[in-house]
């Protein structure tokens, strides 16, 4: 076994958090804990300081883990992704092996030459630190079962903090990019006769604020596709295609827009990836990523019956013939569950017997409560 290296900002520290450290631990001889952007503290999205977290997590392992080989050591961000790596070595004992959900780091480190795992996820809808923060600002005690004692007492400490947090400041909006507006990039999947599309604008109807609409392929490549036989050749064409087209996303996004997009990478992992090529389109998607990571994927999960029944035209007779429908569902439920391991923020939505805008409405319920968003936004439901 060897010594890992577990990195997060944990504002506050919780039990997911502390879960992760414990399954680590089962694995390692021991635990690098970094303490990430140490410089930031008394904001909305960072509000402890670098010294009140190695508190919270020194106290909460001391008290469970008495016994474990831990270290926790807080550490300045550095802005040139180039040097993260050598900026930690310097500043760290030695280690051998990361932890990591988030694929930038997991790129770095791998480029490093770094064994990499995926970090087991526990309950994220609930134990999420951005939930957590919200709690305490709003002053909601129900906070206090999803955090250790000794990070409760800590957080009590300094709740004055939050108070003027709530009297000055407009609640936090994770996804808010440019000038207090809030913005995501939010992509939608699922089999043919799933309702993507319906479901897509019963949200521009809902939502009042700046909604940009896409789709993966794009234009570009629709007219070529039925040109490529090899499945390695079609993969790395749309691998492409999503390249330039994540550059536009990005556009969109700094121009202050929502963006809602209907497929990308994670339909490449279904359509063109078996089992074992998971791994290996992730990595090649990780460039389109790099550039635009969506916030949010919704899987609208539907009966192939119920599919079969909204669908017309060659295009699914040639599907129901191939028996297309069932193992695709399949290989879409499998991939929902890989993406959610590596971080991924993936809601699987069952919209059987539902309408386009309850599913809609069920979505924006989703985005205020994990996502902040705002209603001052302005959404409208229509009676």
């Not at 929902?336 to 059987?352: A, P, W």
């Amino acid at each position: 076994m060897s010594r890992a290296l577990f990195i997060g900002r944990f504002q506050p520290f919780h039990w997911g958090h502390f879960k992760a450290v414990r399954r680590i631990l089962e694995r390692e001889s021991g635990l690098i804990i970094v303490v990430a952007a140490a410089q930031y503290s008394h904001t909305l999205k960072n509000p402890f300081t670098a010294g009140e977290r190695v508190e919270m997590i020194h106290n909460t392992i001391r008290l469970y883990l008495p016994d474990a080989d831990v270290v926790v050591i807080p550490v300045v961000d550095i802005e040139d992704n180039a040097l993260r790596v050598r900026h930690l070595e310097r500043m760290l004992p030695p280690f051998e092996v990361v932890y990591s959900n988030n694929p930038l780091v997991r790129q770095l480190f791998t480029e490093a030459g770094y064994e990499v795992k995926s970090i087991p996820l526990f309950n994220r809808r609930v134990r999420s630190a951005k939930r957590i923060r919200k709690m305490i600002i709003e002053g909601d005690p129900s906070r206090a079962g999803l955090v250790p004692g000794p990070v409760a007492e800590v957080i009590m400490r300094v709740i004055d903090r939050f108070r003027i947090f709530r009297e000055t400041d407009e609640p936090e909006r994770a996804f808010s990019r440019d000038g207090g507006r809030f913005l995501m990039f939010i992509v939608f999947e699922g089999i043919d006769g799933s309702g993507k599309d319906s479901v897509i604008m019963e949200l521009v109807r809902l939502i009042e604020g700046d909604v940009a609409i896409t789709h993966e392929p794009t234009y570009r490549i629709r007219a070529i596709i039925g040109e490529f036989s090899e499945p390695e050749a079609l993969m790395h064409l749309f691998v492409a295609d999503r390249i330039e087209h994540a550059k536009y996303v990005k556009k969109l996004l700094n121009e202050g827009k929502i963006v809602l997009q209907s497929r990308s990478f994670m339909s490449t992992l279904v359509y063109q990836g078996e089992e074992e090529d998971r791994e290996r389109i992730l990595e090649i998607n990780e460039r389109a990523l790099r550039i635009a990571k969506p916030d949010a994927i919704f899987f609208l999960d539907v009966d192939v019956e119920v599919a079969e029944k909204r669908l017309k035209g060659d295009r699914f007779e040639r599907r129901r013939a191939q028996g297309k429908l069932r193992e695709l569902r399949e290989k879409y439920i499998k991939a929902s569950k890989r993406l959610s391991e590596k971080g991924f923020k993936v809601y699987v939505i069952n919209v059987n017997g539902k309408s386009p805008r309850e599913i809609a409405e069920e979505i924006v319920s989703i985005l205020r409560n994990d996502f902040g968003l705002p209603r001052s936004l302005g959404i409208r439901f229509y009676s």
